[in-house]
């Protein structure tokens, strides 16, 4: 099956600091990639939409200013919390495709902001 | 707006039995459902997929019905195992590809 990595598995920061999630399609390429928040006992929640070489979009509610996502080739994409403070933390959750049907995810980042 | 839903929230059982999982969604026009596997601090696994026009789908000791009309898909895991222990997601894809995810139940099968 399709693999997607993504990195880092863990990630704690300080309270200000910006800290960068890198989501990878190992073995496809992936024309559209999202970005899902979790938060414990709690569904996922997409954060935003990214297609290689365009802007995303960004579900309401959203700060697309804090949660800046970059598509920069069909494999690649990062999204950087900027001065994340401790109401960020959470485990962020990406997830490649190509067309249809199957949506493939990353392992997830469990981020920590003190 | 899509609304998925996933009862029980928690389920534990003796190993043996078998699982039912419930899923319910609010808006019957969806492209298809999925079923994931999460295990504590970990992504997804993909367990089953159902394309909108299919009525289930079976792996192994998984199967997965799908009555679109009523907006319910069940999942059953037959003879259950300690290694099945995990949260079970539903998701419904919309036509605009995007995934609206259930709660999740958590299931604890017992050694």
């Known amino acids: 099956g399709a693999v997607v990595s993504q990195h880092p598995s863990r990630v704690i920061c300080k309270s200000g600091t910006s800290v960068k999630i890198e989501c990878r399609s190992l073995?496809?390429?992936?024309?559209?990639m999202f970005w899902y928040r979790q938060f414990p006992k709690q569904s996922l929640m997409l954060m935003a939409t990214s297609n290689e070489g365009s802007k995303a979009t960004y579900e309401q509610g959203v700060e697309k200013d804090k949660f800046l996502i970059n598509h920069a080739s069909l494999t690649l994409s990062t999204l950087t919390v900027t001065s994340a403070h401790p109401e960020d933390s959470s485990f962020y959750i990406c997830?490649?495709?190509?067309?249809?049907?199957?949506?493939?995810f990353g392992q997830g980042t469990r981020l920590t902001v003190v | 707006k899509q609304e998925v839903t996933q009862i029980p929230a928690a389920l534990s059982v003796p190993e043996g039995e078998n699982l039912v999982l419930n899923c319910s969604f609010t808006d019957s026009a969806i492209y298809n459902l999925q079923w994931f596997r999460q295990d504590p601090g970990k992504g997804l696994t993909s367990l089953l997929l159902?394309?909108?026009?299919?009525r289930e789908q079976t792996s192994g000791r998984l199967n997965a019905s799908l009555d679109k009309s009523s907006g319910r898909s069940t999942l059953y895991i037959a003879a259950s195992q300690p290694g099945d222990s995990a949260t079970y997601l539903c998701a419904v894809e919309s036509n605009d590809y995007k995934l609206s995810f259930g709660a999740g139940t958590t299931v604890t099968v017992r050694a």
């Open positions: 997830s490649a495709r190509t067309g249809r049907p199957e949506a493939f």
């Open positions: 159902i394309q909108s026009s299919q």
């Open positions: 073995d496809f390429q992936a024309t559209t």
